[in-house]
């Protein structure tokens, strides 16, 4: 099956724990990207990238790091540093600015 | 803000009647997309219009752009309770932005 793999699909996070989560695709697309989205919120660009090894900072990149080693995969760190981190988060990719091809989501938690 | 507005928030149908949402946004764009999102999933691409098109149709949906007034709109026909989701628009603006910029979305509920 092609498409986008994120996971794991709920997420605990303790106080000043670092978090990663995974996202993988198979389409071959260059670009992939990280969104946060709070309940009744649309979509808020954290990272993105459009090429292998090099990632550009969306509107709300502080606290987040991010790492694009192999074109399939582009996983998401949640810092300590964010200090309000409980949101559900999707993983996209896709080829231009054409159609986005979206993960199933992530959602993320303070314990 | 450069994103896209949807207009209304929040829509409640019977099964058969049209659905209709309303995007607008603020500077030229390249194109305009419409996503569906259902509860707790990701955002699955409806259909996309570009800049110099006025109007498309995809099934049981039907997308105009209008440049002069910055706005779209997405029409459902018939709706189903399947319909039932929230649904975003997405511009990808000319202006240097190199990503898509999403609204907040209308969230449509179909009643059997």
């Known amino acids: 099956d092609g498409g986008i793999t994120q996971s794991p699909k709920y997420l605990f996070r303790k106080e000043g724990q670092n978090v990663t989560l995974s996202c993988e695709q198979n389409l071959n697309h260059d670009a992939m990207y990280w969104y946060r989205q709070d309940p009744g919120q649309g979509l808020r660009l954290i990272y993105y990238s459009q090429i292998v090894n090099d990632f550009q900072k969306g509107d709300i990149a502080e606290g987040y790091s991010v790492s694009r080693e192999k074109k399939e995969s582009f996983p998401l760190t949640v810092t300590s540093a964010q200090k309000n981190p409980t949101a559900f988060y999707l993983c996209?990719?896709?080829?231009?600015?054409?159609?986005?091809?979206f993960g199933s989501g992530t959602q993320l938690s303070v314990l | 803000s450069q994103q896209g507005e949807e207009d209304p928030q929040a829509l409640s149908i019977q099964e058969g009647e049209n659905a209709t949402m309303n995007c607008s946004y603020k500077t030229s764009i390249n194109n305009l997309q419409w996503y569906r999102q259902n509860s707790g999933r990701g955002l699955v691409h409806l259909i996309l219009i570009r800049s110099n098109e006025r109007e498309k149709h995809s099934g049981r949906l039907r997308v105009t752009l209008d440049t002069s007034k910055k706005s779209s709109s997405l029409l459902i026909t018939a709706s189903r309770a399947a319909d039932t989701a929230s649904y975003f628009c997405a511009t990808d603006f000319n202006s240097g932005y190199s990503t898509l910029t999403f609204g907040k979305g209308t969230m449509l509920l179909v009643s059997p």
């Open positions: 996209a990719s896709g080829t231009g600015n054409e159609k986005l091809f």
